[in-house]
């Protein structure tokens, strides 16, 4: 799997975007963009992938640059709940092993 | 049902001991996984199991044991562990290999501590 690089961490003020960042230059073509985050104690929680295109749901919006070298987690109204260890993972779709990096630690500021 | 129960929730045992973990899932995943995490670091892959069948064991010491009873089930078997091997072990699942998506849905963990 490519490796991902990510910020160690970041600031947003709660009721702003939260933009993630994530950088998969090695990433190869049948591998997919995962996103995961973690907040404190709890199990990992599955955000959103993507393989070109850029994708949306109830949780989050995935965009993706047309070279696939890096992709953006947008949380479009950040909550205080939303602090979190925040993981970006480059995987084969079909694969059943992931690596977690380092993650991106997500502080939301009242 | 969306959840992946994990049980005991906190676990204290001796090097002498011997106990087990237990996760359980009914979304019908047929891909079930361990990992191992330590404080302020991300979740070790330890095991993975497809089928029922262990496809992958990230070269873990044999004081871990894992067990796949049946589809729905995954168990980790431990004895003679260490206090190093404190930590949160965490139960996911996910569709598997050959089906459309792969996300993992993880369990909340169970923290255990080794005297």
């Known amino acids: 799997d490519a490796k991902t690089t990510q910020p160690t961490s970041m600031d947003c003020a709660e009721g702003r975007a939260a933009n993630l960042p994530c950088n998969h230059s090695t990433i190869s073509g049948n591998e997919y963009v995962y996103w995961y985050r973690q907040i404190h104690s709890q199990g990992p929680q599955y955000i959103i992938h993507g393989l070109k295109n850029n994708e949306t749901n109830e949780m989050a919006s995935l965009i993706i640059t047309e070279d696939r070298k890096s992709s953006t987690l947008i949380l479009p109204h950040a909550t205080l709940r939303d602090t979190a260890v925040y993981y970006c993972i480059a995987s084969m779709n079909r694969d059943d092993k992931i690596i977690f990096g380092k993650g991106t630690r997500l502080h939301i500021l009242p | 049902d969306t959840e992946v129960t994990q049980t005991p929730k906190h676990l204290v045992m001796g090097m002498t001991n011997k106990k087990s973990l237990k996760c359980e899932q009914h979304?019908?995943?047929?891909?079930m996984y361990w990992y191992k995490q330590k404080a302020k670091k991300p979740p070790e892959l330890m095991f993975v199991?497809?089928?029922?069948?262990?496809?992958i064991n990230e070269s873990v010491p044999s004081r871990f044991s894992p067990e796949c009873p049946n589809s729905s089930l995954l168990n980790l078997h431990l004895h003679a562990l260490q206090p190093e091997d404190s930590a949160l072990y965490l139960c996911a699942s996910s569709q598997g290999r050959g089906s459309g998506a792969n996300e993992q849905f993880f369990g909340p963990g169970t923290r255990l501590t080794v005297l």
């Open positions: 979304m019908g995943h047929r891909a």
């Open positions: 199991y497809s089928y029922e069948k262990l496809s």
